[in-house]
């Protein structure tokens, strides 16, 4: 059995494999299938300052080889997060990363303030979402909101700041930057590539939102690629994903320069995903001599 333990920020993960904010809940459904102990960690849905009903009906799109979703944040908000949901998670002996968003910096601080005060393990700071102080354009699309958003957070608390990426941007290497500047102690990537699909005969777009999120194995390599561009743009570490469905996807992400690897749309096909990637991943180490995961970690020699 090789070692699969990490570390992101001081905080110990059994394994690298956490399944990603929004395809788990809060984990009720998944542990009727396998003991959450066995998950290096789970993100939680995201969590905004108050109740939100998400977007219309149809959100969700199937494409080749991924699917669109325009749920929205739909989420029962923070108080009965941290009232219902928290508390149950914390007894799951697994590393909990709280998501978060809201509208404005300030909503995002209020929320952060919140999990402050709880044993939560680590807030991930979701910058994908519209910014309505800035006409609607996501703060992760622009390094000054991206940077007022994640300093707002910082202000807010001490617990280990994640701030997850968007990838609908020129350059994320300078988005990583900016959060990093602004006092991220580490960085996730990458959160859904905006797309869009067509009813050819209604000629109606499929989701009702128009436009939504595409996830799944379609995004896989621009994940790798975005990975590998912000470690070597950033001296944070890196929780990885996008379209990772085996053991191999999460070596490749890692070598990349993932320290841990979260686990999307994967969940929804087999439910089992996560734990047969761990199992995946120790079967790699362990045929090619490889004692520790932590050991490939930003190992590739590019040309
Ligand atoms: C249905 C659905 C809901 C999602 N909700 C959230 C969310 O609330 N917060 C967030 O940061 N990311 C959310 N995501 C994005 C995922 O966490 C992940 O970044 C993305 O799907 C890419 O990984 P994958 O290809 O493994 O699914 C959601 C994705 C899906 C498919």
Redesign the pocket.
């Known amino acids: 059995m090789a070692d699969l333990s990490v570390n992101i920020c001081g905080v110990e993960f059994k394994n690298p494999i956490i399944p ?4 788990f809940g809060y984990g009720r459904e998944y542990e009727e299938f396998y003991p959450l102990s066995r998950l290096g960690g789970i ?1 939680t ?2 969590t905004t300052g108050t109740k939100r009903t998400g977007n219309i009906a149809p959100r969700i799109a199937e494409t080749p080889a991924g ?1 669109l ?1 325009s ?1 929205g ?1 739909q989420n029962p908000g923070i108080d009965h997060f941290i009232a219902k949901e928290l508390p149950n998670l914390l007894t799951k002996d697994t590393v909990i990363l709280a ?1 978060i ?1 809201g509208s404005t910096p300030e909503e995002c601080a209020e929320v952060a303030a919140k999990l402050d005060s709880t044993d939560v393990h680590m807030i ?1 700071l ?1 910058i ?1 979402c519209p910014n309505v102080k800035q006409g609607g354009a996501a703060f992760g699309t622009s390094c000054t909101m991206a940077e007022q958003v994640t300093a707002a957070v910082r202000k807010a608390t001490s617990k280990p700041l994640v701030v ?1 990426l968007s990838p609908n941007v020129t350059s994320i290497t300078d988005i990583a930057k900016a959060v990093e500047a602004a006092g991220a102690d580490a960085v996730s990537l ?3 590539l905006l797309g869009m699909r067509i009813d050819i005969k209604t000629r109606r777009p499929i989701l009702h939102n128009n436009v939504g ?1 595409l ?2 194995p379609a ?1 896989f390599p621009v994940a790798v690629r975005m990975v590998w561009q912000v470690a070597n743009a950033v001296n944070i570490p890196i929780i990885g ?4 469905t085996t053991g191999e996807d999460a070596i490749e992400l890692m070598e990349a320069g993932a320290s841990a690897v ?5 969940c929804f096909t087999d439910p089992f995903a996560p734990v047969k990637i761990i199992g995946e991943m120790n079967d790699f180490l362990d045929a090619h001599g490889i004692s520790a995961v932590r050991d490939i970690v930003g190992t590739v020699q590019p040309w």
């Open positions: 990603a904010s929004g395809v993100a849905k995201g699917m979703n749920v944040l998501n968003a991930e979701n994908s997850k990458i959160n859904t999120g996830s799944g995004i994903m996008g379209g990772v979260q686990v999307g749309m994967a």
